[in-house]
């Protein structure tokens, strides 16, 4: 009884009651809430006119992102998840962990239709492999070219990574029963396998490959915030494989109203606007101002590929084997 009429003194004063600020926390990957990712400028943005306390919680990469929500369950603490993508959409849905959105904006801005009722996506992009034009004199220009060559790569790990993943299918697409041939014959071409994007950028940047899975707007990203212009994406004939990264409310929030306003936020202006200097990728929804200079100049893949969300995951498992066999011999 004491303590109930302490905790009661505690938040009322001059006859006034004092309600908490609800925490609303949101899980997503590493390099987003770095200090030159999106998440402390959308943190601020967002906790202007939420009256709430933002908390991004950095999970890894993306594809680690489901494997805790996996492990959490229903005792998850996320009211949000941010950072998944298509390749992982249906394997995320089969938790039941998600909960629907209150419905799809009307400007999206994606290179193709979007109707799932769960995930709303927030950027999207394509995978490429990144090289210094000052050491990689004739990157391959396809596929084949770079199976063919001695060209060094380092890549992530498809099972912790989502540009990983994204190489799986990537590889699946172009070659289908005979990926297994091609990782059998790309395995020597690689120095290294990383956990995540961050730590595989970071050793190409230090010279440990001539070549890094990234994306094609990865020289974006050097050209505005270094002016650098050494950095290019390979573009390959076969085409490129593509990312729609997505997020979602959890079914347990305890602050779902608070989550769906998240989810709002995220298609205005305040949110697509940070994502192109910041993320690095394409916004899903248009910015007022248009997309910066670098980004409508760069050299764009003239065939998209991707595979339907609900086909992934039996392929995925398959290209997943194929690749582990691969790297161990």
């Given at each position: 009884?004491?303590?109930?009429?302490?905790?009661?003194?505690?938040?009322?004063?001059g006859?006034?009651?004092?309600?908490?600020?609800?925490?609303?926390?949101?899980?997503?990957?590493?390099?987003?809430?770095?200090?030159?990712?999106?998440g402390?400028?959308?943190?601020?943005?967002?906790?202007?006119?939420?009256?709430?306390?933002?908390?991004?919680?950095?999970?890894?990469?993306?594809?680690?992102?489901?494997?805790?929500?996996?492990?959490?369950?229903?005792?998850?603490?996320?009211?949000?998840?941010?950072g998944?993508?298509?390749?992982?959409?249906?394997?995320?849905?089969?938790?039941g962990?998600f909960?629907?959105?209150?419905?799809?904006?009307?400007?999206?801005?994606?290179?193709?239709?979007?109707?799932?009722?769960?995930?709303?996506p927030?950027?999207?992009?394509?995978?490429?492999?990144?090289?210094?034009?000052?050491v990689?004199?004739?990157?391959p220009?396809?596929?084949?070219?770079l199976?063919?060559?001695?060209?060094?790569?380092?890549?992530?790990?498809?099972?912790?990574?989502?540009?990983?993943?994204?190489?799986?299918?990537?590889?699946?697409?172009?070659?289908?029963?005979?990926?297994?041939?091609a990782?059998?014959t790309?395995?020597?071409?690689?120095?290294?396998?990383?956990?995540?994007?961050?730590?595989?950028y970071?050793?190409?940047?230090?010279?440990?490959?001539?070549?890094?899975?990234?994306?094609?707007?990865?020289?974006?990203?050097?050209?505005?915030?270094?002016?650098?212009d050494?950095?290019?994406?390979?573009?390959?004939?076969?085409?490129?494989?593509?990312q729609?990264?997505?997020?979602?409310?959890?079914?347990?929030?305890?602050?779902?109203?608070?989550?769906?306003e998240?989810?709002?936020?995220?298609?205005?202006?305040?949110?697509?606007?940070?994502?192109?200097?910041?993320?690095?990728?394409?916004?899903?929804?248009?910015?007022f101002?248009?997309?910066?200079?670098?980004?409508?100049?760069?050299?764009?893949?003239?065939?998209?590929?991707?595979?339907?969300?609900?086909?992934?995951?039996?392929?995925?498992?398959?290209?997943?084997?194929?690749?582990?066999?691969?790297?161990?011999?």
């Open positions: 009884m004491k303590r109930s009429l302490l905790a009661a003194a505690l938040v009322t004063f006859g006034a009651t004092w309600a908490e600020t609800p925490t609303l926390t949101v899980y997503t990957y590493d390099s987003f809430v770095s200090d030159w990712g999106p402390p400028a959308i943190e601020a943005a967002f906790e202007e006119t939420c009256g709430c306390d933002l908390v991004f919680v950095g999970a890894g990469d993306g594809a680690a992102l489901l494997s805790r929500m996996k492990l959490e369950g229903a005792r998850t603490k996320a009211d949000v998840v941010l998944l993508d298509t390749s992982l959409i249906a394997n995320a849905k089969a938790t962990l909960a629907p959105h209150n419905g799809i904006p009307a400007d999206l801005d994606l290179p193709i239709e979007w109707s799932d009722d769960v995930f709303l927030f950027d999207w992009g394509y995978f490429a492999f990144v090289y210094d034009k000052t990689l004199l004739n990157a220009t396809s596929f084949a070219a199976l063919e060559s001695d060209v060094s790569i380092i890549i992530q790990d498809p099972r912790s990574s989502t540009p990983g993943l994204g190489l799986l299918l990537w590889v699946k697409e172009i070659y289908g029963d005979r990926a297994a041939e990782w059998e790309l395995s020597p071409r690689i120095v290294t396998v990383t956990k995540g994007w961050s730590e595989a970071g050793m190409f940047l230090e010279g440990e490959a001539d070549m890094v899975l990234s994306y094609t707007t990865s020289p974006a990203y050097h050209l505005i915030a270094e002016e650098d050494t950095k290019a994406a390979a573009i390959f004939d076969e085409g490129h494989y593509m729609i990264e997505v997020a979602a409310k959890t079914a347990g929030s305890k602050h779902g109203v608070l989550a769906d998240f989810l709002d936020f995220m298609m205005s202006d305040a949110f697509q606007s940070v994502i192109p200097t910041t993320n690095w990728m394409y916004p899903a929804v248009l910015p101002g248009g997309l910066p200079e670098e980004f409508i100049a760069e050299n764009k893949p003239e065939k998209a590929l991707l595979i339907p969300v609900d086909d992934v995951e039996s392929i995925r498992k398959e290209a997943l084997a194929e690749w582990l066999s691969a790297l161990s011999q």
